[in-house]
């Protein structure tokens, strides 16, 4: 396809939210006037480095839990990651709505894949770019290739889901499977790699280009701050004795509040001396904490279908104890958590890595007993068909990789936990996977949120577990 082009080959180092390591290069063509349409993006991505995941960012890797927990056949995933790693994904179109590569199998023929992902309505699209115009944060960490999580989380609070979820992409391939095949599969698994680098390619799936987008939220924003600067105006009512006395004609409820901005701490130090005993520090971060956690709940009340959405399950106090240190809890009052939790420095560390991993199944995945998962040997035996296999000991719920220093959990709801050894300790090194293979690339790769890195150094192989090595791992 001819065209402007225009290469890339910068490599973006650690960023904020999770990513490892260098980006990968990236070569980027935008279609031209030949008859394609200007909101079509073709780029082109290398495959991994061995060893390495698809995704480093959380948002790639949400992409690709989409793919995996949809897909019916975990043989055609692996399939798919194959032919990706390989090379077999040519050039990929993204635009609104739709994904298409030519992929090679592995005797040489050539299918076109497809895609599709839903894309947002008008009104779906008004309320995005109200709540980005609300955060100027959004903005701006969006043009420096980062996806905020509190962008997500704000568009959950309006009712947008910005990644795909289980179901939401649609294969359509020449081969003709009807379900996920290995050819939109290894599509999937290298689109991961381009929303890496970028994830406009996300909001460009769900039906806005780059371009069009910074150009209204910029033309929101500041529409929004000369309306602030506005004075409030009065708005008009009535007494209640007045309301009561017309109750047969009251006005109509007013519309739910907006979930209102970033909350404002007051600061409680330099005024009058505390009492004694009394910890400002440790005050202001519950005041702030109580704060966050009461938009949070409000923006999750106002979403669609609330109602029908069951309660979570109320935390005891040593999750919160993790949930708080996991919130950018001060250097005194985590040492408070930590001695409070009998956790310890270290232990803390340890428990809030696993939080941000993934909450409190990740919490229960470090510091649960050991127990007997039934099927899980049997899961192993299939993990690495027609691959090389690694050599396993343990049982039950965890299995240690016989000279690397990693560990791969598995909990009652059939999830796998990548852990790698430092210092003595396990440290979580990434989310849950639903297969043990995608956990040990995590694990090896340093898929985590990078914490797992940051716990004291060792050479790795010390203390690994006893026992016999899985008979599913030697073959």
Known sequence: MTGTERQTGTQRQTGTEGRTGARPQRSTQRAGTDGATPRERVLTAPPPAPGRGFADTWWGRGWLKALEESALDGARLRQGRRAARAGAVGAVSVRPGRLTAVVRSA??????????????????????????????????????????????????????????????????CECGEWDHCAHTAALCYQVARLLDADPFLLLLLRGREEADLTEEWQRRGQRRAEEEREPERARAGMPAGEAYARATRLPQLPAPPPVPGAPTIPALAGGVPPAPGLDVGALEFLIADAARRARRMLAEALRPGHAATPLPEPLDEGQDAVRMAAGGAPAPVAERLAAAGGRGRVGLELAVCAWESGGPAALAALEGPPRPVPGAAERLAAAWEGEERPVLRGGGDRWTVVGEGLQLRVDAAGRWWPFRRRGGRWWPAGGAQPEPAAALAAARGGEGDGRAGHGPEGDGREGEEPGQASPSSTG
Not at 133 to 151: I, S, T, V
């Open 107 to 172: 005797e040489g023929t050539a299918w076109r894949a497809d895609v599709l992902l839903r894309r947002l309505t008008e009104a779906e699209w008004d309320r995005l770019l109200g709540t980005v115009a609300r955060e100027a944060g959004h903005l701006a960490a969006l043009l420096d290739g980062e996806m905020p999580r509190h962008l997500v989380a704000d568009a959950a609070a309006a009712g947008i889901d910005l990644l795909p979820g289980i179901g939401d992409l649609e294969p359509r």
